[in-house]
């Protein structure tokens, strides 16, 4: 939809003489003028864009602060520089078609709410739809709606309709709070190098073929997240091509179809090797495989679920996983992760797997057995699932997670919060995938 424009409704009732002096005077980027007219007529002669400051006359102290903390910074000064700057009282009129309204009761400016805020209008770009037009409006109530930095964003926005500009906006900000960009490595050998000096998990980013700067299973939001970032400086970061390769022993693989990878089933997604600790059982080893299942990229949510999961084991963190994203948020992951419980999970996944038959078998004798291991007076409880055959093991894990849902027993304890806990999955010579869930709490 072409944005709403006022050069069509004021332009043609407006015939103004713009002196020199008014042109050389607001060439000093602190100069702003008074009147919509005069501002608009300068625009459309120079070709700039055009910024409109409406401001309240009986707020001064809010003002005071844009001027003296926002718009007299440097940079932004320099910016202002190019446009040609109007600052407006909320009522301030302009005559239309032999009446007059008050500027922010015209659509134009819908989205400041006819309060305090600035608008952007384009007259830079006359052969664009949206030239005349409002392209930007960022309504500023208080002293922390915007910030210099936030004000030098608007300013150096590319040009476009006014939704494109919201977003690139929304963007920019975002990674401007995040802070500088994250390093990614190219290289394979070299991430790895590094997370071994550095005692790190190694995350990989495997993108679309042939680009290893467009990863489609992570949204530029979700990377610039503060949160996301944050966490991400705890690992080593690479991003690779689906068909980036190594050398082992004296041949170039495709490292994708390495079998430590195969639970990303040749797809882009995210993966994370352990190179944490020397004397752990999971150094070296792939703890995380995060292939995209559909059309949809991994959220915000999901992202900082993966970035926060426990030490273990490729499966037991899958299904922690799986359990974590769970629409209605089970608690049973909150507690502590147990060595000894996810063991016993590890072991009867095992032996349901080996005899290809999923259920609580023998519960009486490890029952007493894993509730002597736990301290104080808690006791164990234990769930069981299966999947169907030929899944992927993150498939095959939210099925499980799906199928606990749909039971009222598991699902008790699967939603209540433990002390301890321990999950695990196996698969059987049936492809079907087998999961266990331990946990020690207070009957």
């Not at 608008?119 to 922390?144: I, M, N, Q, W």
């Not at 190219?186 to 790895?192: C, D, I, L, R």
Request: charged share 25%; aromatic share 8%; net charge positive.
């Amino acid at each position: 939809m072409r944005p709403t424009t006022l050069l069509s409704v004021v332009m043609l009732m407006i015939s103004l003489f713009v002196s020199p002096g008014v042109a050389a005077a607001f060439a000093a980027p602190q100069t702003w003028l008074a009147d919509y007219g005069k501002a608009m007529s300068l625009a459309k002669e120079q070709g700039r864009m055009m910024l409109v400051f409406f401001h309240e006359p009986g707020r001064s102290e809010l003002r005071s602060h844009l001027e003296s903390n926002v718009f007299a910074t440097a940079e932004v000064r320099e910016k202002l520089a190019d446009h040609v700057c109007l600052r407006l009282p909320l009522g301030a009129k302009i005559r239309v078609q032999g009446r007059e309204i008050v500027v922010l009761e015209h659509e134009a400016f819908a989205g400041l709410e006819q309060r305090p805020g600035l608008a952007v209008l384009d007259f830079a770009h006359p052969e664009a739809d949206y030239y005349g037009c409002v392209v930007s409006t960022v309504p500023v109530r208080a002293k922390g709606d915007l910030t210099a930095e936030e004000m030098s964003i608007l300013l150096d926005l590319p040009p476009g309709m006014p939704d494109e500009r919201e977003k690139t906006m929304a963007e920019r900000v975002a990674q401007q709070k995040a802070g500088p960009p994250l390093h990614w490595y190219k290289s394979y050998g070299k991430a790895m190098e590094q997370a071994k000096r550095a005692g790190k998990m190694m995350l990989i980013v495997f993108c679309s073929k042939g680009s290893v700067l467009r990863c489609d299973c992570l949204c530029d939001d979700v990377l610039a997240d503060r949160k996301v970032r944050a966490k991400l400086k705890r690992f080593v970061r690479v991003r690779l091509p689906l068909d980036a390769t190594i050398r082992q022993k004296g041949k170039r693989v495709t490292l994708i179809d390495d079998p430590a990878f195969a639970e990303m089933l040749g797809r882009q997604g995210i993966a994370i090797v352990d190179l944490t600790d020397e004397q752990s059982e999971h150094y070296g080893y792939v703890v995380s495989c995060f292939p995209m299942l559909g059309e949809q990229s991994y959220s915000l949510d999901k992202m900082l679920v993966i970035l926060d999961l426990p030490p273990g084991s490729l499966t037991q963190r899958t299904l922690i996983y799986a359990v974590r994203i769970h629409p209605e948020r089970p608690a049973s992951t909150n507690g502590k992760l147990n060595s000894d419980l996810a063991e016993e999970a590890r072991r009867h996944c095992d032996h349901q797997a080996r005899i290809r038959l999923q259920g609580h078998h023998n519960w009486e004798t490890r029952f007493h057995r894993i509730s002597r291991r736990l301290p104080g007076s808690l006791t164990a409880c234990e769930v069981c699932a299966e999947s169907w055959p030929g899944e992927g093991l993150l498939q095959a894990a939210i099925e499980c997670v799906r199928c606990w849902r749909l039971s009222s027993g598991h699902w008790r304890a699967v939603r209540a919060r433990h002390r301890y806990y321990g999950y695990d999955m196996r698969r059987g010579s049936n492809r079907i995938w087998y999961a266990t869930g331990i946990f020690g709490s207070r009957q």
